[in-house]
């Protein structure tokens, strides 16, 4: 579906969600992502408005997952539910998310893409930011963890945003 020589996002099969409810439940990912039961897995994998996708490096491992929400929304407002790389420190994140954004604002008619991370996730916000997400607000307390209360930042890129800054960079190379 979307690949690069390092990368391929390819539709979650079935049997994909072993994996990908390993990498959600794993010690370095659930403080910072909310966790789905296998039921909510396979029903996203059906969902015409939910894109649900597993991404494996070159030699075909599976490294994370990714799930976008909204794309039947009236408003052409996309979440970025959730982007998972279990493989860490390698540029995977950073290198997902320029094509992730690539191809939601090239195949759809998306004007927002939205996102919410938890406060504490400082390595997601550099990612993020660097990709030309711009902070919109915190949802205070938000998201109750065991005895304690995260919050949330909403981040999101628009549809001309992202084009000035496609422009800048093609015109820069």
């Known amino acids: 579906m979307i690949h690069t020589d390092l990368l391929r996002l390819q539709r979650t099969t079935p049997e994909d969600l072993e994996?990908?409810?390993t990498a959600e439940r794993h010690e370095e990912n659930r403080p910072y992502i909310g966790q789905w039961s296998l039921e909510e897995h396979t029903a996203a994998l059906t969902d015409e408005d939910v894109l649900h996708l597993l991404l494996t490096d070159a030699a075909g491992h599976s490294i994370g997952y990714v799930i976008v929400t909204g794309l039947r929304d009236p408003n052409s407002s996309v979440?970025?539910?959730?982007i998972v790389v279990?493989?860490?420190?390698?540029?995977?994140?950073?290198?997902?998310?320029?094509?992730l954004t690539d191809y939601i604002f090239?195949?759809?008619?998306?004007h927002r893409l939205w996102l919410?991370?938890?406060?504490?996730?400082?390595?997601?916000k550099h990612v993020y930011t660097g990709a030309g997400f711009?902070?919109?607000g915190t949802l205070r307390d938000s998201i109750r963890l065991g005895e304690t209360f995260v919050?949330?930042?909403?981040?999101?890129?628009l549809r001309p945003e992202y084009e000035r800054r496609k422009n800048s960079i093609a015109g820069a190379g």
Do not use: P, W
């Open 106 to 110: 090239t195949y759809t008619q998306t």
């Open 86 to 99: 279990h493989a860490k420190e390698r540029g995977y994140g950073t290198l997902l998310l320029g094509l």
């Open 134 to 136: 711009i902070l919109e």
């Open 151 to 157: 919050s949330m930042q909403v981040m999101s890129i």
């Open 19 to 21: 994996f990908v409810l």
């Open 116 to 124: 919410d991370v938890r406060e504490n996730n400082d390595r997601a």
């Open 79 to 82: 979440c970025l539910k959730r």
